[in-house]
């Protein structure tokens, strides 16, 4: 049985001022007519019942969330108390999933990545449920073929290739974000991958690898499998869940991790610098959104949410305005809007 995670977290820090503690980024509509989170639902929903989807996100958004998937069964919505990174939402998740017993595969996808081919995405899935499905249970992730030298993303460097005509290699290590030089040399290799956040597990090989890697979790977590009302523990285990993500938690120390090469388009809409590549440029290269006004401008990002924003002889700027903020930052920095966002949170 193959079941699907939607990782709903975070708070869109990078797209600050649209992106709000209330109102993150997975619940803008910032490529179409419906938010990034009503994206990832229908392209799961393309192949999985209602009753194999579930959403983990923090607690104050599940208001928001159930508007926007009303369709989303009542205790398949977990609320995370108490926000503690991705290996404590991925554990409650696998112990959730393995309650039902039998071979259940998940799906793992963050809300807020951009794929438009659904049915590549789907074959790309299948790949990585075969190779999951193996005795040794390998602990499957998605890696993005590199197009850029891009120093934003976290990077997967590949070993041995599972198999002599399989299209998997076993992860050799998990690279931070590293600087331009790196980047470079990553992407000349040929032996390494962007780190997408997307995975597929059997729900017991991800709590075994758990068990070995991050004991005390596992002890939190494991009595989800057969507690009469799991969903009444949840608060308890947010509250004494230490605050890690699956990367640096589980995937770095385990030997089980096998990579599959991503053969969809894709993007994580990180930043205002990558939503410009999505939303396409005008003749002098700019991205804008709302009510703009440009003149001897080239290369900027313009995005207005009311009244008008007015730019004159500017160069690779983004330039964003809500009801309240005006944003201004070079393009190539759009990754340090967080900082920003951080700071107003002090």
Request: with cysteine.
């Given at each position: 049985m193959l079941e699907g995670v939607i990782l709903a977290g975070g708070k869109g820090e990078r797209f600050w001022p649209l992106s709000r503690p209330g109102r993150p980024k997975q619940l803008l509509r910032l490529i179409d007519d419906e938010s990034l989170l009503r994206t990832t639902w229908r392209r799961l929903r393309h192949r999985l019942d209602p009753g194999a989807l579930r959403v983990v996100a923090g607690e104050s958004l599940v208001p928001s969330i159930r508007l926007e998937l009303p369709e989303l069964i009542g205790d398949h919505l977990v609320p995370e108390t108490v926000g503690r990174n991705t290996a404590p939402a991925l554990a409650v998740a696998a112990a959730l999933g393995a309650r039902g017993g039998g071979d259940v595969i998940q799906l793992v996808?963050?809300?807020?990545?951009?794929?438009?081919?659904?049915?590549?995405?789907?074959?790309?899935?299948?790949?990585?449920?075969?190779?999951?499905?193996?005795?040794?249970?390998?602990?499957?992730?998605?890696?993005?073929?590199?197009?850029?030298?891009?120093?934003?993303?976290?990077?997967?460097?590949?070993?041995?290739?599972?198999g002599p005509v399989s299209e998997a290699w076993q992860v050799r290590r998990f690279h931070e974000k590293p600087d331009e030089t790196t980047a470079r040399s990553y992407q000349a290799s040929g032996n390494f991958f962007w780190n997408s956040g997307i995975f597929v597990w059997r729900a017991q090989s991800f709590l075994d690898e758990l068990a070995r890697t991050m004991p005390e979790l596992h002890k939190l977590v494991q009595h989800l499998t057969t507690a009469k009302d799991p969903m009444d523990r949840l608060p308890e285990i947010f509250q004494r869940a230490p605050a890690q993500s699956v990367d640096h938690g589980v995937l770095e120390h385990s030997r089980r991790v096998a990579v599959v090469a991503a053969g969809f388009p894709w993007s994580d809409v990180g930043t205002w610098e990558r939503w410009g590549d999505l939303a396409g440029a005008d003749a002098s290269g700019n991205a804008c959104h709302g009510d703009i006004l440009s003149l001897e401008t080239e290369g900027c990002i313009l995005f207005s949410e009311e009244g008008v924003v007015a730019a004159l002889g500017v160069k690779d700027l983004v330039i964003v305005r809500t009801g309240d903020v005006t944003l201004v930052v070079p393009k190539a920095r759009s990754h340090d809007v967080r900082r920003l966002f951080r700071l107003l949170q002090e």
């Open positions: 996808v963050p809300c807020d990545h951009w794929i438009p081919d659904v049915d590549a995405f789907w074959a790309s899935v299948n790949r990585a449920v075969e190779v999951a499905q193996a005795e040794d249970g390998p602990l499957v992730t998605f890696g993005i073929p590199i197009t850029r030298p891009d120093t934003g993303y976290g990077y997967i460097e590949r070993g041995e290739r599972r």
